[in-house]
């Protein structure tokens, strides 16, 4: 390998590397190795263009190698590497910060940086339980979640998760955690685009709980606004609204997980924007640093922030990670949000919503196609399972759309499209043809 060549042929072994969230076995036999991207392609190992159907895993959203965002992770690692955080500070770090709150229109006084979803959902989680403690109500400790919720792969994430396979073979994970019910209904919405009709009362569920366990044990309740890695399920009109009122008459945190969400992926800056809810505090990742450097991010409404400033003098909260608010991650965060305001790119996103939505609509009635939704730009499609054999089918058109030069996720049987938020139209009409080219020929 030199310089130019950094990566760009084939492994001479692909055995060492156990590899996250994949079929390793079935992986190594066929490889699909991406060498470099630019814009809205990847290039695979063999030179074919790969469109980018997915902003690589949700993240890059203002597409890639972004110019302003190479230039200025280039020149941080060549001015401050590294820096710690911990009694010790930089100047970015705090740069960002100011920024960060701008962009979220000041909703938020405060923000906690962690290196990825994960951690940024179990520093919420933990923020939740301290400050009900540090006002005097230690006995909240439960945690709500929902089911088919993914809030990443740390234990706490894990436990108020609920997708079945992610937790099944860890244990009983952390006590004390319940789960609202999901929301998706095939029979009632499918086929719906935006938020759909049916649903709303799925929220009083969290009465239930509360009438269980007594709003005086419970700390927080975490959802996803659209769940992503479940497979895009969008919640029912009126459902974050309710879940809002209902935390609220119970003094019970209300945390939006928006890793996905955030960073404009439904043509707003976050979801607590497009669907006016404002939670209390809300987890990031992905999208903050168009993925270019591993950073994760935790928001706090100020009650939060200074309840734990009123604490007798020291330090505060006893959290954090050696890489919170590591110098590169906060260059790339201020570059991402100078191209968000620069290039446009929410308006882009709002643009080319309705084509978008077209588009995949236009996908009713091709062959095992049991659901097509749609909210900013992101889409779902729900395929028929084989009969035995659930996520087989799915799983074949990924490989085959990606054989085509089209990257999509797949998760069981569902097609998950969020692509970067700075395509054009003629990206929208690849994408489509070639998956509606797959689904045509699909077993
Ligand atoms: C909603 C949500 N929360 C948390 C995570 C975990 O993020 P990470 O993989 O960066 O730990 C993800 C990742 O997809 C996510 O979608």
Redesign the pocket.
């Known amino acids: 390998m030199n310089e130019s060549g950094l990566g760009r042929a084939r492994p001479a072994s692909m055995s060492s590397f156990w590899m996250p969230f994949t079929n390793n076995r079935d992986f190594k036999t066929q490889p699909r190795l991406l060498v470099s991207a630019e814009g809205m392609y990847y290039k695979d190992v063999d030179g074919n263009q790969v469109l980018d159907g997915t902003a690589g895993?949700?993240c890059v959203n203002c597409g890639h190698a972004q110019p302003k965002i190479v230039a200025a992770v280039s020149e941080m690692v060549g001015t401050l590497d590294f820096a710690p955080t911990f009694q010790m500070g930089h100047p970015v770090a705090f740069e960002l910060a100011e920024q960060l709150m701008e962009y979220t229109g000041h909703k938020f006084g405060h923000v906690f940086y962690t290196n990825?979803?994960?951690?940024?959902?179990d520093t919420a989680l933990k923020m939740a339980l301290a400050y009900h403690k540090a006002r005097g109500e230690g006995g909240r400790t439960r945690l709500i979640g929902r089911e088919r919720g993914?809030?990443?792969?740390g234990f706490g994430?894990l436990s108020v998760g609920g997708i079945g396979p992610n937790r099944k073979s860890f244990g009983p994970l952390l006590p004390g955690t319940d789960h609202l019910p999901h929301t998706h209904n095939l029979a009632k919405n499918a086929f719906s685009r935006g938020e759909p009709e049916h649903g709303m009362e799925l929220a009083d569920e969290l009465e239930r709980l509360v009438a269980l366990h007594d709003a005086s044990t419970i700390a927080a309740v975490i959802v996803?606004p659209v769940a992503?890695?479940t497979g895009v399920l969008i919640p029912p009109k009126g459902y974050l609204n309710r879940l809002r009122e209902i935390c609220t008459k119970h003094g019970i945190l209300l945390i939006f997980?928006?890793?996905?969400t955030g960073f404009g992926r439904l043509g707003a800056p976050f979801a607590t924007d497009y669907f006016g809810v404002e939670p209390d505090m809300m987890?990031t990742?992905?999208g903050i640093t168009n993925g270019t450097v591993?950073m994760?991010a935790v928001f706090s409404k100020k009650f939060i922030h200074d309840t734990f400033m009123e604490a007798p003098p020291g330090i505060e909260l006893f959290h954090g990670y050696t890489y919170s608010g590591h110098p590169l991650a906060c260059a790339a965060s201020l570059a991402t949000l100078q191209v968000f305001k620069e290039q446009q790119v929410l308006e882009n996103a709002r643009r080319l919503q309705p084509y978008w939505e077209d588009a995949i609509h236009s996908l009713k009635g091709l062959p095992h196609v049991i659901d097509l939704r749609s909210i900013g730009l992101v889409a779902g499609i729900e395929l028929q399972s084989i009969p035995g054999k659930p996520g087989a089918r799915a799983y074949n058109a990924f490989k085959k759309a990606f054989a085509d030069g089209l990257l999509t996720r797949v998760t069981g049987d569902i097609i998950a499209l969020s692509p970067p938020l700075v395509l054009e139209k003629q990206h929208i009409d690849e994408m489509f043809g070639k998956l509606a080219a797959v689904l045509k020929n699909l077993d």
């Open positions: 895993l949700w990825s979803g994960s951690e940024a959902v993914y809030h990443g792969v994430g996803e992503g890695s997980d928006e890793v996905i987890t990742a992905k591993p994760g």
